[in-house]
C-alpha cells in the first residue's frame, strides 16, 4: 500500500525564518496571522520545516508521495513566488513530491496564464484556494473561467472549507456551504477536493452527491474529537475521500512539539481507512 498525503504545506526558506516580516513585506496579513499564532502555552501552532527536514519526516512515518498545497495568497505576485518554490521542490524530488498551483483570481487574466505557466512547470492541481479569504465573489467571471480551465485541464482544485460549528480563533473566515454547493453544480467538469472533511459532517453530507466533489482529512486531530474520523469515513464515499495531514500544523499540541504523520496515520487506520483513502485514490486522481 503506498500512502499519499495530499494535504501539505511548505513555504519559502525566507518566508520560514522571518515569517511576520516577509509577510509584512509582501503585503500577506491573512496568512501571517494564521501561520503564526500560537497556543495559550506559547507554544506555535506550526513550523516551517524546509524541504528536507519534510522528506524525513516522511520517510520516519511511512509517507511515501506528498501533494505540496499553496496558499490562498492574497496578493498574485506571492503566488508566482509558491509557484516557482514548488516547481524547484518538484524537480528535485519526483519520486516523493507533487504540487498544486496558487492563483489570485483578482489578478484578471494573468492569473489564467500563471496557471499555464504553473503546470508548464510540472505542477498537478490547483488550491489550497479559498475564495472567501482571497475576496472573491464565487460567482466572479475570472474565478469561473480559472476553474473551467482547471476542468480541462485535469486539474483537481483543493479548497478550504471552514467548519461552521467549529471554535472561533484569529483569521478565522466563514465559507457558507451554499457557495460549495454552487460551485460543484456550476462546474461539473472540474474535480474539486474539499478540504476538512469538505467543512464537517453537515457540509460533506450535503456534498457528497456531487461525484466531482471529493474531500480531504486535512487538520482533522486539531478540529474534532477522536472518532469523527470513523463516523465521516463511514458516511463518505470511499472513492472520494483522501487523506491528508496539513502538515506542517501540530496536529497533537497535548504529546508531540513537532509536526509528523505517524498519529494521524495511526487513528486513520484505527478508524477503519481504507487503502484507497490513505493513497490509492489520490493516486488515481492526480496526473504524476
Ligand atoms: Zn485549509
Not at 501552532?45 to 516522511?58: G, H, I, K, N
Not at 501533494?67 to 524547484?88: D, I, M
Not at 459532517?201 to 474520523?229: C, R
Request: charged letters at 20%; one cysteine or more.
Amino acid at each position: 500500500m503506498r500512502v499519499i498525503d495530499a494535504h501539505v504545506h511548505l513555504y519559502p526558506p525566507e518566508a520560514g525564518r522571518e515569517p511576520t516580516a516577509w509577510a509584512a513585506a509582501r503585503g500577506e496579513p491573512h496568512w501571517a496571522e494564521l501561520c503564526t499564532r500560537r497556543r495559550r502555552d506559547g507554544r506555535p501552532v506550526q513550523t516551517f520545516p524546509t524541504v528536507d527536514e519534510l522528506l524525513r519526516a516522511m520517510d520516519a512515518d511511512g509517507v511515501d508521495r506528498a501533494v505540496l498545497l499553496g496558499w490562498y495568497w492574497e496578493q498574485p505576485a506571492t503566488c508566482v513566488l509558491q509557484n516557482t518554490f514548488y516547481a524547484e521542490c518538484v524537480r528535485a524530488h519526483p519520486d516523493r513530491l507533487a504540487a498544486f498551483a496558487t492563483v489570485q483570481p483578482a489578478a484578471g487574466p494573468a492569473a489564467l496564464a500563471e496557471v499555464r505557466r504553473a503546470v508548464g512547470e510540472g505542477l498537478v492541481g490547483l488550491g489550497e484556494l479559498s475564495p472567501h479569504s482571497q475576496h472573491v465573489a464565487v460567482d466572479d467571471p475570472v474565478w469561473g473561467e480559472l476553474l473551467t480551465l482547471a476542468g480541462e485541464l485535469n486539474l483537481p482544485v483543493n479548497l478550504h472549507v471552514t467548519d461552521p460549528a467549529s471554535r472561533k480563533f484569529p483569521g478565522r473566515v466563514d465559507t457558507p456551504l451554499e457557495d460549495f454547493v454552487q460551485l460543484a453544480r456550476a462546474f461539473p467538469g472540474t474535480k474539486f477536493i474539499l478540504a476538512h472533511w469538505g467543512g464537517g459532517p453537515v457540509y460533506a453530507e450535503a456534498l457528497k452527491i456531487f461525484p466531482n466533489v471529493h474531500f480531504d482529512t486535512a487538520a482533522s486531530p486539531l478540529m474534532y474529537e477522536p472518532g469523527a474520523a470513523g463516523q465521516m469515513l463511514a458516511a463518505l464515499p470511499a472513492g472520494r475521500v483522501l487523506y491528508g495531514s496539513d502538515y506542517p500544523l501540530v496536529l497533537y499540541p497535548k504529546n508531540e512539539a513537532l509536526p509528523g504523520f505517524a498519529g494521524f496515520l495511526d487513528e486513520l487506520k484505527a478508524a477503519g481507512a481504507s487503502a484507497a483513502t490513505l493513497g490509492g485514490n489520490a493516486e488515481r486522481e492526480f496526473a504524476w
